[in-house]
């Protein structure tokens, strides 16, 4: 469907065949670092780290960073204390970025696999890649709740 609308590269690739292994950014680990520490929150990367070939990086640092500033704002408000605060955002990080991680972890998976597993999983990948775009984008977080 894409390719449908760039025709001049439909035409280019038509007919077109994988002719050398799928090859990865680099062997990346992802990680989920603690959200805060020392008695401050922490966002984009310092927060967790998704490999780059999906694309989230700067959107993790976005959102993460809107869910610290909401954090936040509750405890200068005076409606959470700082042990709170902390716990908050973590939960709503958490919550934010639990499916991305999960997708990202498969795609990774797949990525390092052998040739053949490569290609019996590519053959439904006009649904499969629409699939994981959408999973792997970030939901809207329900600010804090003060308590």
Not at 10 to 33: D, M, N
Not at 66 to 89: I, P
Not at 96 to 103: E, F, T
């Amino acid at each position: 469907a894409r390719f449908a609308r760039h025709p001049a590269l439909q035409a280019r690739l038509r007919g077109a065949t994988q002719i050398s292994p799928t090859v990865t950014t680099a062997p990346v680990r992802l990680a989920r670092r603690v959200a805060a520490q020392d008695g401050a929150l922490l966002a984009g990367d310092a927060s967790g780290f998704l490999d780059p070939f999906t694309g989230e990086g700067i959107s993790m640092a976005l959102h993460s960073g809107r869910l610290a500033a909401n954090a936040t704002a509750e405890f200068l408000a005076g409606r959470l204390g700082q042990d709170r605060t902390a716990e908050v955002y973590r939960r709503s990080l958490g919550r934010a970025v639990k499916r991305s991680y999960r997708i990202a972890r498969l795609a990774r998976t797949l990525i390092a696999a052998p040739a053949w597993v490569q290609s019996f999983s590519a053959a439904p990948l006009p649904w499969l890649g629409g699939w994981l775009l959408k999973e792997t984008r970030w939901r809207p977080a329900p600010i804090p709740e003060s308590s």
